[in-house]
């Protein structure tokens, strides 16, 4: 079975189509024959070495990815959903090993799979799981009320775009970042107030909002340069495992999807407001598997509005 990983950790040139055992779905496992895996900032530490202790009980390959979407072509016994074999599915994945979303079949728990939103390709799909239980995740940590205040930093990105969509559905107020080339794409995703990114945004928002927002969702790794901008006892919801003593008594969470792994219902729900129109699904540009190395080249160049994606 064809995949995409590394032998060796290195830079994108290290990517290669590799194969791997191809696996069939046990007790409470589904298997998906993937058409599209999305490209995500996270991959590129599977392929650099960054995460490589959590690979060290692993033989190599080393499979990246950690969403996908495709067709449901196995169901294990015991497998508790109402999918059917042939339905369009997507899902989040947790690589260990050679098992990574970069993969033309993979097997998952079922409660990590739901079906594609109608009227949405398998390729458009596979850029919502991750990212979009990520914000859902950091808004959920956050735990703000109906027309409090959020900022969201990095907003014009994927999962900045999330979590404005996902913070308005939620009935927050928004005040977003962006480079001036973005402005208009981050007031169509709903924000209600745009101010300059940059590393001193949080003086930028005070602006805005002078007692400082009631949270803030960090897509921009400023950690705690955005602390400024957080009224006294708000929160700072961390993608990248930062945490410490704030000051002020706000508080950072720290954002692991992993722990949303089965959180099956919320990925639906996810699905439902796709439908809805309440998220929109960006894809950037795709690539054959071939190709990955390319991929994260793009990745890395930055500048990327929309996601990355592999198809099979």
């Known amino acids: 079975m064809r995949a995409v990983g590394v032998t060796e950790f290195g830079g994108p040139e290290a990517l290669r189509v590799v194969d791997v055992p191809e696996r069939h779905a046990s007790t409470g496992e589904v298997r ?17 070495g960054a995460r ?14 950690m969403d996908v979407a495709g067709v449901l072509d196995e169901i ?3 497998a508790q959903t109402d999918l059917r074999v042939g339905d369009h599915v997507m899902a989040i994945v947790v690589p260990r090993g050679s098992h990574g979303g970069y993969s033309e079949s993979l097997v998952l728990p079922a409660e990590s799979v739901v079906r594609v939103p109608a009227g949405v390709d398998d390729v458009a ?49 928004v005040i977003a970042d962006a480079a001036e080339r973005d402005r208009e794409l981050v007031r169509s995703l709903g924000a209600d107030v745009v101010v300059d990114r940059g590393d001193d945004v949080a003086a930028r928002i ?3 909002e002078p007692e400082g927002v009631h949270g803030v969702v960090d897509t921009a790794l400023l950690n705690e340069l955005v602390v400024p901008a957080v009224r006294d006892g708000g929160g700072v919801a961390t993608v990248r495992g930062f945490d410490g003593e704030a000051e002020r008594n706000v508080k950072y969470h720290p954002v ?7 959180e099956n219902a919320k990925l639906d729900r996810l699905r439902q407001q796709v439908e809805d129109g309440a998220i929109t699904l960006r894809v950037a540009r795709t690539f ?24 099979f």
Do not use: C, W
């Not at 024959?33 to 599977?46: L, S």
């Not at 054959?288 to 198809?311: D, M, S, Y």
């Open 52 to 65: 490589a202790e959590l690979l060290a009980e692993h033989p190599p390959p080393y499979v990246p990815g």
């Open 288 to 311: 054959e598997p071939e190709q990955a190395g390319e991929a994260h080249r793009t990745l890395e160049a930055g500048g990327t509005r929309g996601r990355l994606v592999i198809v």
């Open 125 to 173: 799909a596979s850029t919502l799981p991750m990212n979009g239980l990520t914000a859902r995740m950091a808004l959920d940590m956050l735990a703000l009320d109906a027309g409090q205040v959020l900022a969201v930093t990095g907003a014009a990105g994927a999962l900045g775009g999330y979590a404005i969509q996902l913070a308005k559905a939620d009935g927050l107020q």
């Open 76 to 78: 294990g016994a015991g």
């Open 256 to 262: 692991f999807v992993r722990e949303y792994f089965r």
């Open 32 to 48: 998906i024959r993937v058409h599209a895996a999305t490209v995500n900032p996270t991959d590129t530490f599977i392929r650099n």
């Open 206 to 208: 005070r602006e805005v």
